[in-house]
């Protein structure tokens, strides 16, 4: 099948060409129809799969052939790069279709808002946004969305995960009741049919294989302690021809202190994380895609929102506390039929959830041997809580105690901090 066979109209196919698309992904060959046909769609579709294509040409075919005024398409999505990243690929399809497109998303640039309250009010077609960032235009009055067509939730999952429900019921609220609704979604928890069931009417329902890497991907692991970590990375990465890495790790503060000694081994590093200014990350991610440097350590805040073509390598530095983010963070190698590598380091604390992720891919992962220069690492039992009796060495025996009330001490704090943080997440 072509994209011509879905008889867009033309200058959306014009946009298509010149983006260079031929042969349509599954979920576009199946979403595309159903939106052009005005029905409401909920998916399940893993990152990398060609969602955005699949919702973005279908709306831009409606409103390209209609006259109208005002915002008629809303998206919303989670993180900034998302925002981003979904506007850009507005752009490029829309460059012949003279549809406009502005993107709203937090910072803490007064500039910034600034710009956007300028740009909402001088008007645009289609308008993608994060939900924090929207409600707080939305509340002083000059976003006008009574005559909206379109709305769609992408990563509606991630979003719930953030703490959006209420920004989202809100957002809701200001919308009018005829539209037709789109959400796509990596996961469909019970919460996610919720919400589905108040913005969708009667909706086609499509489900893309979201429990499996790309086949592309060759998967290992290394059984290491904490300490173990920063080494055995070093080893991996150290005078070798690296093109493009990436490393996720579930704190900025094990960004942080990664990233210095990766510089200090000689291994051209840089860290994108919720400290640093919305410019500064646009400016490291810049320079990522021109290929400046090689490896980009970033927390779990990209592992969706990225949008990088041929990555190399993914490197897990933590195990993923969802095991369908570990879906998500694979799923940035080996993407548009290309190979690539994920490695993930998995201690003596992680082992359960690991395992839980060897379930849901239905795969048994390879663990590999660590380096002389690193030491043997804890064995693999994702079935057991305490580890420690299957060490032979006391020493072993006592750093995994030690290890295992520090990281129990660190989730703890994690998850008291988690629950205090929605508002900033929201920014992000």
């Known amino acids: 099948?072509?994209?011509?066979?879905?008889?867009?109209?033309?200058?959306?196919?014009?946009?298509?060409?010149?983006?260079?698309?031929?042969?349509?992904?599954?979920?576009?060959?199946?979403?595309?129809?159903?939106?052009?046909?005005?029905?409401?769609?909920?998916?399940?579709?893993?990152?990398?799969?060609?969602?955005t294509a699949a919702f973005l040409l279908p709306m831009m075919h409606h409103l390209v052939q209609k006259e109208h005024s005002g915002i008629k398409g809303l998206i919303l999505a989670p993180t900034r790069e998302l925002v981003q990243q979904i506007d850009q690929q507005f752009q490029g399809f829309s460059y012949f279709t003279g549809l406009s497109s502005i993107a709203i998303y937090g910072g803490n640039d007064s500039a910034v808002w600034e710009q956007q309250r300028v740009a909402i009010e001088s008007g645009c077609d289609v308008m993608i946004a994060s939900p924090g960032r929207l409600l707080s235009h939305l509340n002083l009055g000059y976003v006008k969305l009574d005559s909206l067509d379109f709305l769609v939730l992408d990563e509606a999952d991630k979003m719930l995960d953030m703490g959006f429900l209420e920004d989202l019921v809100k957002i809701i609220s200001y919308l009018p009741e005829k539209k037709q609704a789109l959400?796509?979604?990596?996961?469909?928890?019970?919460?996610?049919?919720?919400?589905?069931?108040?913005?969708?009417?009667?909706?086609?329902?499509?489900?893309?294989?979201?429990?499996?890497?790309?086949?592309?991907?060759?998967?290992?692991?290394?059984?290491?302690?904490?300490?173990?970590?920063?080494?055995?990375?070093?080893?991996?990465?150290?005078?070798?021809?690296?093109?493009?890495?990436?490393?996720?790790?579930?704190?900025?503060?094990?960004?942080?202190?990664?990233?210095?000694?990766?510089?200090?081994?000689?291994?051209?590093?840089?860290?994108?994380?919720?400290?640093?200014?919305?410019?500064?990350?646009?400016?490291?991610?810049?320079?990522?895609?021109?290929?400046?440097?090689?490896?980009?350590?970033a927390t779990d805040i990209l592992s969706r929102g990225i949008d990088v073509d041929n990555i190399g390598l993914v490197l897990n530095y933590d195990v993923p506390q969802d095991a369908e983010d570990y879906v998500h963070r694979?799923?940035?190698?080996?993407?548009?039929?290309?190979?690539?590598?994920?490695?993930?380091?998995?201690?003596?604390?992680?082992?359960?959830?690991?395992?839980?992720?060897?379930?849901?891919?239905?795969?048994t992962i390879m663990k590999l041997p660590n380096p002389d220069s690193v030491g043997?690492?804890?064995?693999?039992?994702?079935?057991?809580?305490?580890?420690?009796?299957?060490?032979?060495?006391?020493?072993?025996?006592?750093?995994?105690?030690?290890?295992?009330?520090?990281?129990?001490?660190?989730?703890?704090k994690h998850k008291h901090k988690k629950h205090h943080s929605h508002k900033k997440k929201k920014e992000e």
């Open 330 to 363: 694979v799923g940035r190698t080996a993407r548009a039929q290309t190979e690539g590598v994920a490695i993930t380091f998995i201690n003596e604390t992680d082992m359960i959830r690991f395992g839980r992720i060897e379930k849901l891919i239905e795969q």
């Open 1 to 51: 099948m072509k994209f011509s066979d879905f008889n867009l109209h033309e200058s959306v196919y014009e946009g298509v060409e010149a983006m260079g698309f031929e042969t349509p992904t599954e979920i576009q060959t199946n979403v595309i129809p159903m939106i052009v046909e005005g029905s409401d769609v909920i998916a399940c579709a893993q990152t990398g799969t060609g969602k």
């Open 376 to 412: 043997d690492g804890p064995e693999y039992n994702p079935q057991r809580r305490d580890h420690r009796k299957k060490h032979s060495g006391k020493k072993h025996d006592k750093a995994g105690s030690d290890n295992k009330r520090t990281d129990d001490k660190k989730h703890s």
């Open 183 to 297: 959400m796509f979604s990596a996961t469909m928890p019970p919460k996610i049919r919720e919400l589905a069931k108040k913005i969708l009417n009667n909706p086609k329902e499509l489900n893309i294989a979201i429990s499996k890497p790309a086949e592309g991907v060759m998967q290992v692991a290394y059984l290491t302690y904490d300490k173990q970590k920063n080494p055995l990375i070093i080893d991996l990465l150290k005078d070798k021809d690296l093109d493009s890495v990436i490393v996720f790790s579930s704190t900025k503060q094990k960004v942080k202190e990664l990233v210095k000694d990766l510089v200090k081994a000689g291994i051209n590093s840089k860290a994108i994380h919720s400290d640093l200014e919305q410019s500064e990350r646009e400016e490291v991610m810049l320079a990522y895609r021109n290929r400046k440097f090689p490896v980009l350590v």
